[in-house]
């Protein structure tokens, strides 16, 4: 499966952004798939992530109750709807699938989608 991430931009402090991540192949329904970030000289972070149906949600403690991750499977695309944006958000979110969801969750996903950069000004 390939993945792209899209959406990313530079928003104001308090903003709110809506990334996707769009993936070709039949069976991504089949798929689990996170958010991770990578803010500027740092390690890439987990966000968040969804099961294959929608129904299994996780988040870093960090952003619980600003963003939300969803999946539309007709479309083949996993949005992470972020609100209430701050200047720590800057950073480039990366999409990532894979069949396990633990993996997923870890880092260890099969694939990964190019970045997309989110800049936050205060």
């Known amino acids: 499966v390939q993945l792209q991430a899209s959406g990313g931009g530079l928003v104001q402090a308090g903003d709110s952004l809506r990334l996707s991540c769009a993936a070709s192949?039949?069976?991504?329904?089949?798929?689990?798939v996170g958010w991770f970030r990578q803010a500027p000289g740092k390690e890439r972070t987990f966000v968040a992530a969804i099961g294959w149906s929608g129904e299994s949600t996780y988040y870093a403690d960090s952003v619980k109750g600003r963003l939300a991750v969803s999946r539309d499977n007709p479309k083949n695309t996993v949005y992470l709807q972020m609100n209430s944006l701050n200047p720590e958000d800057t950073a480039v979110y990366y999409c990532?699938?894979?069949?396990?969801?633990?993996?997923?969750?870890?880092?260890?996903?099969?694939?990964w989608g190019q970045g997309t950069l989110v800049t936050v000004s205060s």
């Open positions: 990532a699938a894979d069949f396990r969801y633990g993996a997923v969750v870890a880092g260890k996903s099969g694939y």
């Open positions: 192949g039949r069976t991504f329904s089949s798929y689990a």
